[in-house]
């Protein structure tokens, strides 16, 4: 099924509560999580020991997002026994689960998405439930467990004050409101507008996890747009090079200070097979492949090469019939020191402060307890410690 983009329907007009934007993740029963709630800011790091539940808050944002942008629960969720809570027993009929949300800020209000997820004895949405400043405006819930359908109410304030009517068990409910809300009443726009601002804030996400292994050799020219393993480096550095020279600028200064050796430049090299790779001039004619460079080198590039690009150039579901300024970027980045040392920790960290203090991205990510003493104190950066 096709999920609509968001901007489909009218809707209230935008007033200065800004674009949309995920302010808080929920996890009220998700794996080793029971009853969090985690507000988000411009950098949100999640630090702790291994086990400590870091990655689950990122698997929960992209969870949601890849939800928002209409992908099937089981695409999403490959081992959804694995998301239950631990000791958590079955019920009466054999039922485990898992439960998420999050809150939306932006011009419809402060909006709360609610999932109830079944794991076993088979994997769907029992209950989804949109609410802004308390009301509800959406509602799902599980009837008949030999259907794969859910029944929704949603708010409609007209003749009747909800409608009914059956949705899919494997889809964001969310999502589908643009295809089933007919918008001739306040109540139906008000629908519109929430649901809107929450598909459009999760489908502005960019996950992010660089890949050294893959990131060394030359690579064939194709859309330009950086994939999540950073596989296709040297391509975008390409672009960037001669389409962003003032941010490719940037970025060649930040690799200044986090490699090892004289840096002059940052440059793309055009093989005779067509191909191109990536190369860090090191004065005169001497200039080393990136191929070359140490894991650590590697990733501290790509990931300020994300942090100082955008929408048009990392391969992500942007959103076209949505003006650039209406939208946020959220770079989720698990591990985002891995294989870096203090130095690249704390110079990454300040970019992401820097950056994201500018309003139009933001970084969700996770650090182990050795990182977290660079990236505390830094204005604009919230570290999260989720203990041992």
């Known amino acids: ?3 609509p983009s968001p901007g489909t329907r009218p809707g209230p007009p935008a007033d200065d509560r800004g674009v949309p934007t995920v302010t808080e993740l929920r996890l009220s029963a998700f794996r080793s999580h029971r009853g969090a709630v985690f507000p988000l800011g411009p950098v949100t790091l999640f630090a702790g020991a291994s086990g400590s539940g870091k990655s689950s808050v990122l698997e929960v944002y992209d969870a949601l997002a890849r939800l928002g942008g209409g992908a099937e629960l089981g695409a999403v969720f490959r081992d959804p026994v694995g998301c239950v809570p631990e000791r958590a027993g079955p019920d009466a009929e054999g039922r485990r689960g898992f439960r998420i949300g999050c809150t939306v800020e932006g011009p419809a209000g402060p909006v709360r998405l609610d999932l109830a997820v079944q794991a076993e004895p088979e994997l769907r949405i029992v209950g989804e439930r949109l609410t802004c400043d308390g009301q509800t405006l959406l509602a799902t819930a599980l009837r008949d467990p030999g259907r794969s359908t859910v029944q929704a109410a949603w708010y409609t304030a007209g003749t009747a004050p909800v409608t009914r009517a059956p949705l899919p068990d494997d889809l964001l409910g969310t999502a589908l409101l643009p295809l089933r809300v007919a918008g001739k009443t306040a109540g139906q726009l008000r629908v519109l507008a929430a649901a809107e ?3 459009l804030a999760l489908r502005s996400v960019f996950a992010c996890d660089p890949q050294p292994s893959r990131m060394r050799e030359p690579v064939a020219l194709g859309d330009a747009r950086l994939l999540r393993g950073c596989d296709n480096l040297a391509e975008v550095l390409r672009r960037t090079h001669h389409q962003c020279a003032k941010r490719h600028a940037r970025l060649a200064a930040m690799v200044r200070s986090g490699c090892a050796g004289p840096v002059e430049a940052l440059t793309v090299e055009e093989l005779a097979d067509g191909r191109v790779r990536a190369m860090v001039g090191r004065g005169g004619p001497w200039a080393t492949p990136v191929g070359r460079l140490g894991d650590g080198e590697l990733r501290y590039l790509a990931l300020a090469l994300v942090l100082l690009t955008g929408p048009g150039v990392l391969a992500m579901d942007t959103v076209a019939e949505v003006p650039a300024a209406m939208q946020a ?7 985002f020191d891995r294989s870096l040392d203090g130095r690249q920790t704390r110079d990454l960290v300040a970019l992401a402060a820097s950056v994201c203090g500018e309003g139009h991205i933001r970084l969700v990510g996770t ?7 660079y990236a505390r104190g830094v204005d604009g950066v919230a570290v999260v410690d989720l203990g041992p």
């Open 329 to 335: 970027l959220t770079v989720l980045a698990d591990g």
């Open 197 to 199: 601002q929450v598909v």
């Open 367 to 373: 650090l182990t307890d050795a990182s977290a003493p």
């Open 1 to 3: 099924m096709t999920v």
